[in-house]
């Protein structure tokens, strides 16, 4: 019923924005009849013969995934197929894992009206004990709805990408051809760079499940977990400050490998002398947090060196999406190699992904710092210099407040979002990981859609927007009364703040110049980790003085305070030019509105 709606839209709007329907009779697809059979299949199990043998029922549904795979892969050119193609995987995927039926949950489908209960095949059905539930029919279209029905994070996809397929087809300027993340496979310096960051990522969060089992092996109170966290990313705060000149003064690429060296070395020490302390995982997270808060600004910093600025915007959609994947997945590879092989594999990766970061990082070349070692401030003066640099530059220093904003939002939201699902939504402590992973999966969509907006509007406007979309999907959420509701509208919220995270990375990466490039980015790191902290040290006030519910609404609000800020600070160059603001060293001035 979602694809239904979201086709039907989508021929409503093609001549809204210049498209020409009749261009899809001009579209040969291919091997048409595997979709056709596919079809024919579903509607037969469960429509015309759905009495029968239960296996054969199921052999079938996963035999149609598996046509239409094929038909896909048949017209992969086709432009948006791509997506449908990761949706029906997904589907694909939940459907094997728990013997051919999709998974719903009892909660989607009770308010989304339905009851799924009775003789013969489903093709969707409550499963006792779910595996990969996640990936099931977990949201749900509301009973007012025309077309009330649940749906899963692959009928997301599924819809996303047909609604691209039509508007791009039909040349629509909704959507302009194409994003540019598939060119950048080219770019052989971008996937060294990309492929580093993307193996750590994965690494860090099977570490992160590995660290918190050995820490609960070890009797670990709530406040030895949240000392780890601290540990962790506090010292960006201090980077940001002080680290941010080294990152402008000497090679970034020595700097990155500097760090993976020295995390991979720390990581693999948890591997040697038994079982590691309490006081050892301590001194390994502060490694982690210190050479952490180097590397990605470092990495930040370059992407503008490897990647022309036309494709800036699509670089950084698939930098934040590979993270967001990573957050989803790294977790459960972590889970699966704990519970059968111990905490020792999953440190052993994590050391491993450093190292195979650093090897990919030695290849890539980067342009020599814009400042030579004779002539170079010293820390105390670059550091004043970059300062001077953010408060006079208008672009930088809006954002930067705008940043505060929603990230003390983030933090109000961040510690109340589990005790608003298991207490004001009396949900399951196994529920935690569907709000997650549908943030997760929204942040994934909304990083693939920014480049696509970014040609239709400009940057400046789509970050504000999508943190305008985010307080309106807190906000919301915050009224519900079931968690099917609530998943559906984190996607909605997901989506804003990936739009958002791309959009506002590319604009300080493209406007800064080189020699600040550095200090900026790592001051921003500085500015999320520190207003994140302030928002989370308010959240047990204000849950405790409110209730939940009334906390994550004040987080939505702030999220729009801060979508208004941004229309008011971050604006586009203007047609008559742009303001240039002077830096300390007579560098060229970053270009604002």
Same mark, same amino acid.
């Given at each position: /019923?979602? !694809?239904?709606?979201?086709?039907?839209?989508?021929?409503?709007?093609?001549?809204?924005?210049?498209?020409?329907?009749?261009?899809?009779?001009?579209?040969?697809?291919?091997?048409?009849?595997?979709?056709?059979?596919?079809?024919?299949?579903? $509607?037969?199990?469960?429509?015309?013969?759905?009495?029968?043998?239960?296996?054969?029922?199921?052999?079938?549904?996963?035999? =149609?995934?598996?046509?239409?795979?094929?038909?896909?892969?048949? +017209?992969?050119?086709?432009?948006?197929?791509?997506?449908?193609? $990761?949706?029906?995987?997904?589907?694909?995927?939940?459907?094997?894992? +728990?013997?051919?039926?999709?998974?719903? /949950?009892?909660?989607?489908?009770?308010?989304? @009206?339905?009851?799924? &209960?009775?003789?013969?095949?489903? +093709?969707?059905?409550v499963v006792a004990a779910p595996t990969l539930s996640f990936l099931g029919d977990v949201f749900a279209l509301p009973t007012w709805f025309p077309l009330h029905n649940v749906f899963s994070v692959g009928d997301i996809c599924i819809a996303f990408g047909a609604g691209t397929a039509l508007h791009r087809i039909c040349g629509s300027r909704l959507i302009p051809a194409g994003s540019g993340i598939a060119d950048l496979r080219h770019n052989r310096p971008f996937m060294r760079l990309w492929g580093a960051q993307a193996v750590s990522d994965l690494g860090d969060w099977v570490y992160a499940l590995a660290v918190a089992t050995a820490l609960n092996a070890r009797g670990g109170t709530p406040r030895t977990f949240a000392f780890v966290l601290v540990l962790q990313f506090a010292p960006s705060a201090v980077v940001g400050a002080l680290g941010g000149p080294l990152i402008d003064r000497f090679s970034r690429r020595k700097i990155m490998i500097l760090a993976d060296v020295v995390r991979a070395t720390a990581v693999a020490s948890l591997l040697v002398g038994g079982p590691p302390s309490v006081g050892h995982l301590y001194a390994v997270a502060f490694v982690l947090g210190l050479f952490g808060a180097l590397f990605l600004p470092s990495a930040q910093a370059s992407l503008p060196n490897v990647v022309p600025e036309d494709r800036l915007v699509a670089a950084n959609a698939l930098v934040t999406s590979t993270f967001h994947l990573a957050v989803m997945g790294g977790p459960?590879?972590?889970?699966?190699?704990?519970?059968?092989?111990?905490?020792?594999?999953?440190?052993?990766?994590?050391?491993?992904?450093?190292?195979?970061?650093?090897?990919?990082?030695? @290849?890539?070349?980067?342009?020599?710092?814009?400042?030579?070692?004779?002539?170079a401030p010293g820390p105390v003066k670059a550091m004043v210099e970059g300062i001077r640099y953010m408060l006079a530059t208008p672009l930088v220093r809006g954002i930067f407040l705008v940043l505060g904003f929603l990230m003390v939002a983030s933090g109000i939201k961040s510690p109340i979002e589990p005790l608003f699902v298991l207490r004001?939504?009396?949900?399951?402590?196994?529920?935690?990981?569907?709000?997650?992973?549908?943030?997760? $999966? #929204? /942040?994934?969509?909304?990083? !693939?859609?920014?480049?696509?907006?970014?040609?239709?509007?400009?940057?400046?406007?789509?970050?504000?927007?999508?943190?305008?979309?985010?307080?309106?999907?807190?906000?919301?959420? =915050?009224?519900?009364?079931?968690?099917?509701?609530?998943?559906?509208?984190?996607?909605?919220?997901?989506?804003? +703040?990936? %739009?958002?995270?791309?959009?506002?990375? =590319?604009? !300080?990466?493209?406007? $800064?110049?080189?020699?600040?490039?550095?200090?900026?980015?790592?001051?921003?790191?500085?500015?999320?980790?520190?207003?994140?902290?302030?928002?989370? !040290?308010?959240?047990?006030?204000?849950?405790? =003085?409110?209730?939940?519910?009334?906390?994550?609404?004040?987080? #939505? %609000?702030?999220?729009?305070?801060?979508?208004?800020?941004?229309? &008011?600070?971050?604006?586009?160059?203007?047609?008559? #030019?742009?303001?240039?603001?002077?830096?300390?060293?007579?560098?060229?001035?970053?270009?604002?509105?």
């Open positions: /019923m979602l !694809l239904l709606c979201v086709v039907l839209l989508s021929v409503l709007t093609v001549p809204v924005f210049g498209g020409r329907l009749i261009e899809l009779a001009e579209v040969r697809f291919r091997a048409i009849w595997l979709v056709a059979a596919a079809v024919a299949i579903q $509607v037969a199990i469960v429509t015309v013969f759905p009495e029968g043998t239960p296996w054969v029922h199921k052999g079938a549904h996963l035999a =149609s995934y598996l046509l239409a795979g094929c038909f896909l892969v048949a +017209n992969r050119r086709v432009p948006g197929l791509w997506l449908v193609a $990761v949706g029906g995987g997904l589907n694909l995927l939940a459907i094997s894992a +728990n013997g051919g039926v999709m998974p719903v /949950m009892p909660g989607a489908a009770a308010a989304a @009206g339905l009851s799924i &209960a009775g003789a013969g095949f489903h +093709n969707s059905a459960i590879l972590g889970a699966l190699l704990v519970s059968h092989l111990g905490v020792g594999p999953a440190f052993a990766i994590n050391a491993g992904s450093f190292a195979v970061s650093a090897c990919l990082l030695q @290849g890539l070349r980067l342009p020599a710092p814009a400042v030579e070692d004779g002539s004001a939504l009396g949900q399951p402590v196994q529920a935690l990981g569907l709000v997650g992973g549908a943030w997760g $999966v #929204g /942040m994934v969509l909304g990083s !693939l859609v920014a480049p696509l907006a970014s040609r239709r509007w400009a940057r400046e406007r789509l970050f504000g927007a999508g943190i305008a979309i985010v307080g309106a999907a807190v906000l919301a959420a =915050s009224r519900q009364a079931s968690l099917a509701s609530v998943l559906l509208m984190w996607v909605v919220a997901g989506i804003g +703040n990936g %739009v958002g995270t791309v959009s506002y990375e =590319s604009l !300080l990466q493209e406007r $800064v110049p080189d020699a600040f490039r550095g200090r900026v980015l790592a001051a921003s790191g500085a500015i999320l980790d520190g207003a994140f902290i302030t928002g989370a !040290l308010a959240a047990g006030s204000l849950g405790a =003085s409110y209730g939940v519910r009334a906390a994550l609404s004040i987080a #939505g %609000v702030i999220f729009i305070s801060a979508a208004a800020l941004a229309g &008011a600070l971050v604006a586009p160059p203007t047609a008559s #030019g742009s303001e240039e603001i002077s830096s300390p060293q007579a560098e060229p001035a970053a270009r604002v509105g």
